[in-house]
């Protein structure tokens, strides 16, 4: 009688066992978290590296409407 509880007792934690599977979900998302920084990264560096090629076609374009302290303003 004794040995019917424990029998299923090892059932009850093989259904834990399976959550592991659903722990492996948070270093998705942590790479891809890695991944949105990283593209954040060279963004930014493309961004501060071109900018005054950004601001010259901006400017030949004539999005910029006004030029204030040497920053431009969409208006």
Known sequence: MMTS???KSPQAFS??????S????PPVSEQSAKELIRWFINISSCIAGCWWILL?????????KTWV???????
């Open 69 to 75: 302290y040497g920053s431009c303003k969409l208006f």
């Open 5 to 7: 509880p424990l029998s």
């Open 22 to 25: 659903s722990s492996s979900s």
């Open 15 to 20: 259904s834990p066992v399976t959550f592991p």
């Open 56 to 64: 010259f076609i901006t400017q030949e374009l004539g999005y910029c």
